[in-house]
């Protein structure tokens, strides 16, 4: 039998050689909370079903290396951003278990990340994920994402498996700032879901995403606000 030090160490190995192969650099505290985000999941889904994946080694590809594949996207995104903009400001829509809004706020501490899910026990969930590891930086908000306050705007709003990509910048077109962009994970490129945009969102981009260890194939739909004076 493995001993739960043995898993804990195997969960941290690949976890270290994930954010190698996406040119990510996390200090020890960082690295601390990703795994103590993990565990806290795992603890939590002895009582709640929060996710599907149930496996250490599993949850560590599918769930934290699945969510740090956002964050140089976002890194690039926001480089030469005007400092005086102010401290920027991320929506994770159906956050779930925090992915990937809770892996993305230890990851950039700078960024300021409100996750939003209409379950109650997950709000809650990711409510106590900020109190445990310590992020200031992280909102939890347990509402219909067309339920919330519209100001002040955010910078991205971003979602992982939430329903499709017009039914994401419907509900969200109001929470989005007027140079905002919404940055949506998928698998396979969803082309019948690009096709059936609103005629006043354009996709900009178009972001394969390789996930160490996954044997699925992941992009990143970058949108934003199309001008329809232009």
Known sequence: MTAPGDVLD????????????????????????????????????????????????????????????????????????????????????????????????????????????????????????????GLHNLQAVHARVEDLPTSPAFDIVTARAFASLSDLVELTRPLLAADGAWAAMKGALPQDEITALPPDVAVFHVEPLAVPGLDARRCLIWMKPRSMDA
């Open 10 to 133: 195997a969960l941290e190995a690949e976890l270290q050689a994930g954010l190698g192969a996406f040119g990510l650099d996390a200090d020890p505290e960082q690295r601390r909370r990703l795994v103590a985000h993990l565990r806290l999941i795992e603890r939590w889904n002895r009582v709640y079903n929060l996710t599907a994946i149930r496996e250490p080694a599993a949850m560590v590809v599918q769930h934290t290396l699945d969510s740090l594949a956002l964050v140089q996207p976002l890194r690039r995104y926001f480089d030469g951003s005007d400092p005086a903009a102010g401290r920027r400001r991320l929506l994770d829509v159906g956050s779930g278990a925090g992915l990937p809004g809770v892996v993305i706020a230890i990851m950039e501490p700078d960024l300021d990340v409100t996750c939003v899910d209409a379950v109650a026990k997950k709000a809650g969930f990711v409510r106590q994920a900020g109190i445990e590891l």
